[in-house]
């Protein structure tokens, strides 16, 4: 689904206008006007009078074509898909899902609606896409509603509707029936096709809306403003137009984008001619983040809707792909933050589309999409932080009532109630800590909502809550005042002037009222450890660790106040000079750092270093340690499945406005860059610093600045041409185009000076400005070395010249002249007229006619051109080179550390298993050791026990000495007389016959 950016407040038609646009041949009165006003008056907060600035992005500049890498986040290089043709077939009979995508999971819209509810509530939790299929088939369906004949029909002649070329993304209005002639005249894409419409971001009619909720042919739960939309929680006047109608053809396409703040996005096809269908190709909700990074490799900006991603490409992403032919009756269910492009096909195919903002969505949206908005200034248009407040107190309200009616009982719709409200509040309560300021400077004593009318960011198109900046002095004109958020001007984005003042949209009473009720009732249904601080104080709000980016930009606010016209040097990436409100000293570092460095360098968002700078005793350790933080904290998020919403705090921040610089601002005459912002459509304007104050100047509050210097990477060139200022526009009216080039830089051939553009005749040579004494010396040595005797060494030749044979003067014999400088620069400067050449009293330069050196000068200016574009290309060349030879090095030293890092790990777990075996042995033995030490000791008691026994029993008078018959008498012996040497054998001849015995046993003293 493709939810413009288009549809400024103040452009938008009146309803009745829009009635006719749809409606033509029919008088608006008999459609029911009054419902048109009704409808249209939901989307917009008040009359077009009184609203502010609620704009879309209607660029009419064609993005400029960019190199095939142009990586901006911040890790590895994303994958860099191949750069191919993304025109796509006005009608292709290949089957779908084509080799390399998935199906997306399909349903029978005839299923029953409670089962159906509940499939498509868990691909919703999932993240994954849906498709409902056959809902033509259900009864109520109304085929004749939804045809180009009843537009015809119900409308008046000459109704036009707002179509977009998709060749030059130009918007335009045209007849009806022109344009349902023209899609019916479509035929296959023929090469070198200037027009192609697109009726897209169209109102949907009324009678289509009442249907759409009256027919039960469409779920009521994902109808807009159902009962889980949070957009019901407004009041109409506040609510966006979400409903919206596409009117395709073959060959149209809706580039590839991700729906606005997170919602859901429901797409419904009504009607289709000729075979016509739609195929769509879709990811799933957790991979936005690498999606990002993926376009990015390609130089483009998936929040900015700029790229139509040929199949190869998205084939060779390194994330899974969904594909769909929708034919009508089909619902297609885009998860949140599903990145999804549309590609029409066949004849004419007729759509429904709308957005629900889920709860789930405010979280998503707050931590992740605004961030990015903010960044890369992508209209808001949903109001976040308005529809989180109105949340807030409604569920604080339907809690309390819960509460009342279980008698303080958990139930499971308290539980619920509970369970959505605790993140609400904790996002709340930092939208708060956010927008305060201890001074309150600009603060409202009293608030009325119905006065109230909705304010938006001049620069980056953000809905503004609370609190902002605005400059009345640079509106010249009478025109609405310049108004930037606060995270704009602490990024250094603002007016011409750059003094502004803070203002604040309501009393920080009121919100701090709204946020302590909401704790206070949710505190009732929480443990004791998880309830969160009650009657929240300003004070409470001053220590809170939430970022202060308000407060932030109050302190920068009060320094370009006072020391604008100062300047100091930035240590970092050499030395610099920069205005001294623009930086920040660090006594541990023992130097200074400009808020454009302190990011790239330190990882430190310029909200953080304004307000850690204060305490010059912390500020080194805190930025050291945040670096650190930082690192870990985003190499945690690149091996997750989240995104930028797993960030928190300042690290969210950080990690916003490093990955993001290139930005599509809403860039009028009366704004300025930030300090590392990069035009999207315009790639050569980088970041860059603030142009020094000149010493001795004075400066009064809403005096014009110097157009703002651009630097390549951290290279500074200096410029000191200051333009008149130009006209003022207003923001909310202009988008700014691109403008001549007046300012051309230095080159190494020769000085350069810069000649203002201005309407009307082209100035005559005297009278334009002299140079210098320097730069008359610089431009002696480029005329000499233009006038180069006989070897023409600046590839002139008759072939190749404009007057054919060039003859240039001996230049010892040519004076130095005394005339302007002129730029070498591969810009080349227009040639004066005839007529103001025709003025001169004589040649310009003794010897040479002034045609002949206006045509050298602008061969010699087209040739640097050309070497310096080949220059920068093999430099491009060179650097790519070097990119790819460092990534292959890092790839495979990162390998060959991983593979020692698995062997050393082999070894150890081989020695650990080695020990472990020894170990056991060691133990087995010692135990077998010990088991044997002490057998040992119990038989040698046992023989010491035996032989006193038998001492005792032969000592004994009552025993005799004559041994049982049949026994020797040698084993009566006592073993004393058989150790007597000789004694011996005459003992045991006489003892033979004497046997021993004890009675009851015989015993054999020797052995026993």
């Known amino acids: ?377 992508r209209p808001e248009i949903y109001s976040v932080k308005l529809l989180i407040h109105s949340a807030v107190l409604a569920l604080t309200q339907k809690l309390s009532q819960a509460m009342q009616g279980s008698g303080g009982e958990i139930t499971p719709r308290v539980r619920s109630l509970r369970d959505t409200l605790k993140p609400l509040v904790m996002i709340y309560t930092e939208m708060i800590v956010s927008a305060w300021d201890m001074e309150r400077k600009g603060e409202p004593t009293t608030f009325d909502p119905a006065q109230q009318y909705r304010l938006s960011c001049d620069f980056c198109g953000a809905d503004i809550f609370q609190s902002y900046f605005e400059c009345r002095d640079c509106d010249e004109d009478g025109n609405e005042p310049v108004t930037i958020c606060s995270a704009c001007y602490v990024e250094g984005r603002s007016c011409v002037c750059e003094v502004m003042q803070p203002v604040h949209v309501r009393p920080f009473k009121m919100l701090l009222e709204a946020r302590n009720t909401a704790v206070a009732v949710l505190n009732q249904c929480l443990w004791e450890q998880e309830k969160l601080i009650e009657n929240y104080s300003y004070e409470e709000l001053e220590s809170d660790e939430s970022p202060h980016v308000h407060q932030a930009a109050v302190i920068l606010a009060k320094s370009v106040n006072l020391n604008l016209d100062e300047t100091a040097k930035c240590r970092e990436a050499g030395t610099h000079e920069v205005p001294a409100a623009y930086s920040v000293t660090c006594s541990g570092c023992h130097k200074r750092s400009c808020l454009t460095h302190l990011l790239k360098s330190g990882r430190v968002h310029p909200a953080a270093g304004l307000l850690w700078s204060r305490n010059g005793k912390t500020f080194h350790t805190t930025h050291m340690s945040f670096k650190h933080a930082y690192s870990t904290a985003v190499d945690k998020m690149k091996t997750s499945r989240w995104g930028i919403e797993m960030l928190e705090g300042w690290v969210r921040l950080s990690h916003a406005a490093i990955t993001y610089q290139r930005c599509r601002p809403y860039v009028n005459q009366r704004l300025t860059m930030g300090f590392f912002d990069e035009d999207y459509d315009h790639p050569l304007t980088v970041a860059k610093e603030r142009p020094l104050p000149q010493k001795g100047s004075s400066r009064s509050k809403g005096k014009k600045r110097a157009l703002d210097e651009t630097i390549a990477g951290d290279d500074l060139e200096s410029n000191t041409s200051v333009p008149a200022p130009p006209k003022a526009i207003p923001a909310s009216k202009k988008r700014k185009i691109s403008q001549p080039s007046s300012q051309l830089s230095n080159t190494a051939a020769g000085a350069v000076i810069a000649i203002k553009q201005e309407p009307g005749p082209s100035p005559s040579m005297n009278q334009l400005p002299h140079a210098t004494s320097t730069s008359a010396t610089s431009a002696t040595s480029a005329s000499r070395t233009l006038a180069a005797s006989s070897q023409n060494t600046l590839g002139i030749t008759s072939s190749n010249s404009l007057l054919g044979p060039v003859t240039l003067p001996n230049p010892s014999f040519v004076p130095e002249p005394n005339f302007p400088q002129h730029s070498l620069a591969p810009t080349a400067l227009p040639p004066p007229s005839a007529a103001s050449l025709d003025e001169l009293a004589g040649p310009l330069v003794p010897g040479i006619d002034n045609d002949l050196l206006v045509r050298v000068v602008k061969e010699v200016s087209d040739e640097l051109s050309e070497i310096r574009k080949h220059a920068e290309d093999t430099q491009y060349g060179h650097r790519t080179q070097l990119e790819a030879l460092m990534a292959e090095y890092k790839a495979t030293m990162e390998a060959r550390f991983r593979a020692q890092e698995e062997a050393h790990a082999s070894y150890r777990d081989y020695a650990e298993r080695t020990m472990a075996t020894s170990d056991s042995l060691t133990k087995t033995l010692t135990a077998q050791v010990s088991q044997l030490k002490a057998q040992l000791q119990d038989a040698q008691a046992r023989v010491l026990r035996n032989e006193a026994i038998i001492d005792r029993m032969i000592g004994s008078s009552g025993v005799t000495s004559t041994p049982p018959s049949g026994i020797p008498s040698v084993f009566a012996t006592p073993p004393s007389s058989r150790l007597n040497g000789s004694n011996n054998e005459s003992q045991e001849s006489s003892s033979i016959t004497k046997p021993t015995s004890n009675g009851r046993f015989i015993r054999r003293p020797d052995v026993l």
């Open 1 to 377: 689904m493709a939810l413009s950016t288009a549809a400024a407040l103040d452009d938008v038609p009146s309803s009745a206008e829009i009635a006719k646009s749809l409606l033509p041949n029919t008088d608006v009165d008999m459609l029911g006007a009054d419902s048109w006003n009704d409808a249209s008056a939901g989307s917009s907060s008040a009359p077009a009078s009184q609203r502010k600035k609620g704009r879309q992005s209607t660029s009419s500049v064609t993005p400029a074509k960019l190199k095939p890498s142009h990586p901006r986040s911040s890790g590895v290089s994303p994958v860099k898909p191949p750069q191919l043709d993304s025109s796509f077939p006005f009608k292709s009979t290949a089957p779908i899902p084509r080799p390399g995508f998935l199906a997306m999971p399909t349903l029978d819209a005839s299923l029953p609606i409670e089962r159906l509810r509940i499939k498509m509530m868990e691909h919703e939790e999932k993240g994954i896409p849906l498709v409902v299929r056959g809902f033509h088939k259900l009864p109520g369906w109304n085929d004749l509603l939804f045809t180009p004949e009843w537009m015809i029909t119900h409308g008046q002649p000459g109704e036009t509707i707002s179509v977009r070329n998709v060749y030059n993304k130009q918007d335009s209005k045209m007849p009806l029936t022109e344009f349902i002639k023209r899609c019916r005249n479509a035929s296959d894409i023929i090469p070198g096709e200037e027009e192609r419409y697109y009726g897209k971001d169209g109102l949907c009619p009324p009678q289509w809306e009442a249907w759409l909720s009256s027919s039960n042919v469409v779920p009521k739960h994902i109808l807009p403003f159902g009962s889980d939309d949070v957009f019901a929680l407004l009041e109409p006047k506040d609510r966006a137009e979400t409903l919206m109608t596409y009117f395709g053809v073959g060959g149209t396409h809706t580039p590839c984008h991700k729906d606005l703040c997170a919602s859901v996005g429901q797409n419904l096809m009504v009607h289709t001619e000729n075979e016509g269908s739609a195929v769509w190709y879709m990811t799933a909700r957790d991979d936005a983040a690498v999606v990002s990074e993926y376009f990015h490799g390609m130089g483009q900006e998936i929040d900015l809707e700029t790229h139509v991603a040929s199949e190869l490409e998205l084939k060779a992403a390194p994330f899974k792909m969904y594909m769909h032919r929708q034919e009508r009756g089909d619902l297609i269910c885009v998860p949140q933050k599903s990145c999804h492009q549309v590609i029409n096909e066949g004849g004419i195919t007729i759509k429904l589309s709308w957005s629900r903002m889920l709860m789930s969505s405010l979280d998503l949206a707050y931590k992740s999409e605004l961030p990015i908005y903010h960044r890369v200034c």
